[in-house]
């Protein structure tokens, strides 16, 4: 039973890392598949109770679910050390703590 449980995990982080490297593929010539995926890859961390890896957390909003690339759909700016990213499409702030 443990062990079935850590290999649906260990499959499930495979598949959130091949849906960001698609999305990352597909945003420039579609980026509204490219949001599904990172809202797929959203519910299957969900599912599976694992944390999205920490270098993917700020390739997506976490409001709208929609892929990031900063100087397209958002915008980065560094103030009172935190990166803040806005997200164009839903107007939402998203605040990260940032080590100079």
Known sequence: MKD???????????????????AKK?????????????????????KTQISIPSDFKKKFCKKCSSYLIPGLNCRVRIRNKKLIYYCLNCKNYMRFPYKS
């Open 4 to 22: 079935s449980k850590s290999s649906i995990k260990k499959i499930a982080k495979e598949r959130i890392n091949i849906l960001f490297d698609e």
């Open 26 to 46: 597909i945003y420039k010539n579609n980026p509204s598949l490219a949001d599904r995926y990172v809202a797929i890859a959203k519910k299957i961390a969900m």
